[in-house]
């Protein structure tokens, strides 16, 4: 059995990025397996620019971004192997992969960075009324049909829900002479970047229905069109349906964590991200299996699956190197989301370990205008944030100094005032 320090599992920015910062901390006996003929993963569908801003200082595309981080996995002698299936992980880190090259073989680890990124909530989850005619397609799909496969699925077209995906493809299909009618989100704010809004839709004229779902799905063979209603409270308001006639429908509702391997492994879930639960080193509750990228929470630049990534991978390498002894010695303490903030990652803090100031991300649960971050311990403010604005798309990233949180005794909470 093949045996390295440290197996990552994914090989798009995330995993590269992890590669990378683990290499540069002096770990030198490293492996990504990478599902796809290639390294980068989603990013080498996505030919738009707008990546890179804050981790190059300066606006690159997705195959780019991409080509940067594989460049420096090359350089940096990094091993990795593409048309690799993990298949499992098991909790003592022994890894199951299939290869057309090699079969079946387990590969064994001193250490596992989880990587595999995330994938887009399928019609099948949404529970739209209608048939399955062709003509029906996630928005990512639709990205890699037209980027990468050169072709165009329809010509009358018609998005739900404005995930950054969904914004990004209605400019897309417009370029190449399709016709968007219209997107539909079902809440009542967007659930995708102001300026993609702004880039992909207003300088278009393609217009975003807030509060309208579709509740109906026409043509048997081939798609015909849908019928669109207002929701309020997220139910459809009877009388207010619309007919849309088109022959294709793009689906931007949402991404999942891919965590199939996560959970055969063990590792404990957070309920609201669907992705592991992680102390300040990104480790889950499995020692020496860490977590980053989309796979632990939907991010929405990769700059910041970049920057998260690399805190996985020093603390990997940090982990093999020590043998272990950099396991949690002293109290641990967890990170309590209240008031208006869904979730936090990392989910708990060993103050007696710390050796980094902490970047602490996390979401809001709806649009707060003038409030405030705050950051409590036993009533004690560790930090405080005024904000324009908070909107639930955007991903918040506060920066909690190293020495505030050496001296804590107690767990953490993080919530949004008002005011």
């Not at 620019?49 to 350089?75: C, I, Q, W």
């Not at 969904?166 to 659930?191: C, D, K």
């Amino acid at each position: 059995m093949r045996e390295y320090d440290l197996v990552i599992i994914g090989g798009g920015p995330a995993g590269m990025a992890a590669a990378v910062s683990a290499k540069k901390a002096g770990l030198d006996d490293i492996i990504i397996f990478e599902r796809d003929g290639v390294l980068g993963g989603i990013l080498n569908q996505c030919i738009h620019n707008g990546f890179g801003l804050h981790t190059f200082k300066e606006e690159l595309t997705g195959p780019e971004y991409a080509e940067r981080y594989s460049d420096m996995v090359k350089e940096l002698g990094i091993a990795y192997e593409t048309g690799t299936m993990v298949l499992d992980v098991a909790r003592d880190k022994t890894v199951t992969i299939l290869s057309s090259a090699r079969g079946v073989e387990s590969v064994g680890a001193k250490a596992v960075i989880l990587a595999m990124g995330c994938r887009e909530r399928p019609r099948g989850a949404l529970g739209i009324p209608g048939c399955r005619p062709q003509g029906i397609y996630t928005a990512g799909t639709a990205q890699r049909l037209i980027n990468i496969e050169g072709v165009l699925p329809g010509k009358e077209v018609v998005i739900l829900g404005s995930g950054d995906i969904g914004l990004i493809m209605a400019r897309r299909m417009t370029l190449e002479g399709a016709h968007v009618q219209a997107v539909f989100e079902l809440m009542p704010y967007s659930n995708g970047l102001n300026r993609n809004i702004e880039q992909c839709l207003n300088d278009y004229g393609i217009p975003l229905l807030l509060s309208h779902t579709i509740v109906d799905i026409k043509g048997r063979d081939r798609l015909e069109g849908v019928v669109v209603a207002e929701v309020d409270g997220g139910k459809p308001i009877p009388g207010t349906e619309v007919l849309y006639p088109c022959d294709t429908l793009l689906l931007s509702c949402g991404l999942i964590p891919e965590n199939e391997l996560s959970r055969s492994c063990g590792v404990d879930i957070n309920p609201l991200t669907n992705g592991p639960l992680v102390n300040d080193k990104l480790e889950t509750d499995i020692e020496g299996v860490f977590a980053c990228g989309n796979v632990l929470h939907v991010h929405d630049l990769v700059d910041f699956v970049s920057s998260e990534a690399s805190i996985a991978g020093e603390s990997a390498a940090d982990y093999v190197m020590h043998q272990g002894l950099n396991v949690e010695n002293g109290e641990s303490y967890r990170f309590i989301p209240k008031n208006g903030v869904r979730y936090t990652v990392p989910n708990s803090i060993s103050p007696d370990n710390i050796k980094n100031d902490i970047h602490l991300r996390f979401r809001v649960t709806g649009i707060y205008k003038g409030a405030s971050i705050v950051v409590k311990c036993n009533d004690a403010e560790l930090l405080r944030k005024k904000t324009m604005v908070l909107i639930p798309s955007e991903m918040q990233d506060v920066k909690i100094r190293k020495e505030i949180l050496e001296g804590i005794g107690g767990d953490i909470t993080v919530e949004i005032e008002e005011g």
